[in-house]
């Protein structure tokens, strides 16, 4: 069966620093995938924040984060993690890792085209 399980959300103050992590199990190969990171906050749809490429490690962010947030992965760890710097209160949202097989740089943005979910860890970030 398929995992993803993130952690390090929390509450932190604007302009604070977290870091989310998602570790997937090992019935898939984690090298295979693109690894994307969406979120969501209370009556907004889904977005999309930033995602790994599978083949070459190319990043991809949302305008929104560029420059604050990094993604990165470690193929041995089965994890990717995303490193989010001076976090607006705008951040406040739950953060989705996801995983999609051979995803393409084209897709990385679309929620649909990912194969597995993880459960959500929620980030609050207070004024």
């Known amino acids: 069966q398929v995992q993803l399980v993130e952690s390090g959300g929390g509450l932190v103050q604007a302009g604070g620093s977290l870091r989310l992590s998602c570790a997937a199990s090992s019935a898939i190969t984690f090298s295979t995938y693109t690894m994307g990171w969406f979120r969501q906050a209370p009556g907004k749809e889904r977005e999309f924040v930033a995602a790994i490429g599978w083949s070459r490690g190319t990043t991809y962010y949302a305008d929104s984060v560029k420059g604050r947030f990094t993604i990165s992965r470690d193929n041995a760890k089965n994890t990717v993690y995303l490193q989010m710097n001076s976090l607006k209160p705008e951040d406040t949202a739950v953060y989705y890792c996801?995983?999609?097989?051979?995803?393409?740089?084209?897709?990385?943005?679309?929620?649909?085209?990912?194969?597995?979910w993880g459960q959500g860890t929620q980030v609050t970030v207070s004024s």
């Open positions: 996801a995983a999609d097989r051979y995803g393409s740089a084209q897709a990385v943005g679309d929620f649909k085209d990912y194969d597995y």
